[in-house]
């Protein structure tokens, strides 16, 4: 069977029957002649397909192991896809920590009355249950978590929801098919934000809707091209070049994870690190099972307060202060005040997001580098701390 690192550099390459180019031609086109009177060719008009655009879809199908994708705008995009197969009065379960945008559309789509939402911590077996047999038609599920790397079972959280005919999502965003494979586990739809690893590269905002079977795969067509959410041709081409590249920057991204995790781990001023390779991990059994890799994201807590967080983070070099994930350079971010943001500040201490709490999106760079860097911050926010206290 191919490797799955194989199946993505191999994405689209000699798919050119005109000229046998190697890899595959931009179609920009927006529309496409009828061969003749009610005579339409395989396309027609580019926001219900396009070739460039389908090439990504069917590579990250075969990747997922569905039967079929569609490339959105934007992740987003891909997740308000997937909530049109509700209507009105149905349930949908998602998690209580999920991606704070993730968060705001379910709600405020709920607020409107467009379908009815529970957040709940689906590492609780009553919460889980209680909220699946009030009929749910859908289960949301993102593991692991944004920020806070919480892990969450797929296989057992598939079969409670069959219990209850009911269709399980994951946002698959954080480990890639390479490291996750939902379909294996029981879903029924895998989303990506392809903004993060997918593309890698940080210039392109994406996403992608990927179904288990032939039926879901035709009502997520149809409604992404009843709504518009479809991606642009040139998007699609470029996020088809950086999944190419996806095996080999996921081993320098984990390798350098490694290293800085045990950095962090030594470091007096830092709290609580929180990635699922640690065995102090809650979630560190059920990533052990059903990944493949414990993944590239990091968060930890900085001792001290605000100022100090300021401090640090004015100090990095190599860490850039900014949101989004999954590009080959380091990122940082503080999620209270950036990425979860939408959340109120109760809902973010219900999900666990602390003032102090940053997370890093770890780069391909030399790891030296990164260290040397972190050592500097840490040392400028402890220098300033003292500064303030003797002033
Ligand atoms: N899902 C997860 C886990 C995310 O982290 C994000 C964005 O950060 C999204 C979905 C939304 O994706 P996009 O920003 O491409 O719309």
Redesign the pocket.
Known sequence: MTQLTTTAVKAGIEADKAFGAVTPPLYLSSNYTFEGFAQPRQYDYTRSGNPTRDLLADALAELEGGAGGVITS??????LLVTHLLKAGDTLIAPHD??G??YRLFKNLSDKGHFDIRFVDQNDPIAIQSALSKGAKLLWV?TPS?PLLRVVDIQRLSELAKQHDCLVAV?N??LTPIYQKPFELGADIV??????YINGHSDV???AAIAKTEELHEQLCWWANCLGITASPFDSLLTLRGLRTLGVRLQQHEANTETIIDFLSHHPQVDNIYHPSLSSHEGHAIASKQQSGFGIMLSFELKGDEEEIKAFLSALKHFSLA???GGVESLICHPATM?HAAMDKAAQITAGIKPNLLRLSVGIEDSKDLIDDLKQAFLYAQQCQYQRKVS
């Open positions: 934007t992740g987003m995009s891909a997740i999920c991606y945008g993730t993102e944004n946002d965003t954080f989303v990506h934000s392809t903004t993060k905002v994406g996403g949101e989004s994930l990425t």
